[in-house]
């Protein structure tokens, strides 16, 4: 989550959020940013690692049935 934080900062120093000009920022990003493409690939590589650790771990827990132990939904 760290990773994400660090790169989505680095992409939104030269992301524009307006409909007209979001995707010249990202053409800007990719060819001219030094590095740019990197950090936009490990940003969205990350964020599917991210959801598929997240969806792991859920059905882990639903395989095992920890929902069934009685001291983890005290808090």
Do not use: C, P
């Amino acid at each position: 989550l760290g990773f994400q934080i660090l790169t989505g900062t680095f992409l939104s120093f030269y992301y524009s959020n307006d409909g007209r000009l979001a995707f010249l920022s990202v053409q800007y990003i990719i060819y001219e940013v030094n590095f740019g493409w990197i950090f936009r690939i490990l940003h969205f590589n990350g964020a599917s690692l991210f959801f598929i650790f997240l969806y792991m771990h859920l059905f882990k827990g639903l395989f095992f049935l920890s929902y069934r132990l009685k001291k983890v939904w005290i808090s």
